[in-house]
Structures are given as C-alpha cells and as structure tokens.
C-alpha cells in the first residue's frame, strides 16, 4: 500500500503584522507541515528573516519548511547570491533540527555551502529545482533527482509546469524511477498547473512524500485547496 502524502500549506505575507495575522487564521486548520514563503517579505533581510522565523514558531506547532523563492523559479526574491546566503543562513539558525526544514535551490550558486551548513545543524534540506515553462524529458528528471541526492539532499524536490496530461504522466513515471531505483531518498515531485492535478493528488502512489495545498491564496498553478486535497487524499489512499 503507498504511503499517503503529508499536505504542507504555504503561506506569504508582505509584512510581519500580515504575517501574524495569516498564521493565527491557519493554526486550526488540518495540515501536517507549514510552507514559510519567506520571500513575500518586503525588502527581506537576514534580521527580518529571524524575526518572522520567530513569529512563524509562536503561531503555529507544525514542522516548518522556510523557503526564500527566487525570481529565477517563480519567486518574489529579486536573486543575489550574497543576500539569498546571508537570509538563508539567518533563517537556518532557528529552524528546530529533526523537526523543520531549509529549502535550498539546487541552480544557485551558494547552494553546496548552505547544503552543508543545514547538515551541520542538524536540518532537514529539501534540495529543490522549479521550471515554469516546461517539463523537461522524463530522464532529465531521473538525472536530476539523483544529483540531489548526491549532492546530500535531505529530501529533493522538483516542481515543473505541465501542459498536458502526457506531461503530468512524464512525472509520474520518472518519480516511479526514482523510488525504484533509489528507495531510500525521499522525494517531492509536482506538475504543476491544471494538467499537472494528478500529481498532486497520485503522486504518493509513485514515491512523492508531500503534497502542497493551499488555504486561501495558492502559491504556484494548479494547488487544490486544503479541505478538498484531504478528501481526496483519505479516498485514494486508504
């Protein structure tokens, strides 16, 4: 029987008080892990990184993945290489270790240095690689999986747009590989868009351990809301 996926919800906000406000309204709801989007953050620092880090934590009890979204894979963050390390670092250093994750971009330049860094400390890496154009060829794919895992991903994450069903099957079938060829790493795979739906939905029946569904605004194309992916995910799985 494949294991049921955890749903992770994101959540963004422009200021700290937006912040606040959309952890309380969320801290009730039935999830199992909280999506940081920290580059919602207007302006976002190291210092600012920290603070919202520590409201984030009072708000809410689930595990936590903070992520910094760069513009080059569909982010809010304006990429420089100095300023992604240095807000990455602030963050990891009050992430919980054995509980919460850092996601780190496979594509950008700090990446082995921050890798190493989480792994330091105990933290969970989600090694990620977004691409909202296209699906890349199924062995692209598999390639890329393996190099995160390689290159010491706690867990490794591809997210890529779908433009139709035979994309979202592409997916399906190079995380299949994946889980048969290297089944201990875990892995997160999404098509994202409406084409994509199955993956989000199916995919824990080829390997993928986490889903994303959104409560109120979606983060990327395609994300099913929250009450609507527990059901789905309760009828397919049980």
Known sequence: ????PLIAIPVAAHTLQELKEKTAAIRSLPF???????DGLDALSPELATQGLSLVKSEISTPIIATIRTSKEGGSFPYEDALYESCVTAVMAGLRPGTDAIDVEMERAPAPRLIEKARALG???IVSFHDFSRTPKKED???RFLTMKARHASIGKIAVMAHSREDACTMMDAMAQVHKTAPDFPFI???MGPCGQVTRTEGGKAG?????ASAGEASAPGQIALADMRRILDKAYR
């Open 1 to 4: 029987m494949p294991e049921k």
């Open 32 to 38: 199992d892990v909280l999506e940081w989007r920290m």
């Open 123 to 125: 933290l969970s890496v």
């Open 141 to 143: 794919i598999v390639s």
């Open 189 to 191: 795979g999404i098509s």
């Open 208 to 212: 993928s351990i986490l889903t994303f």
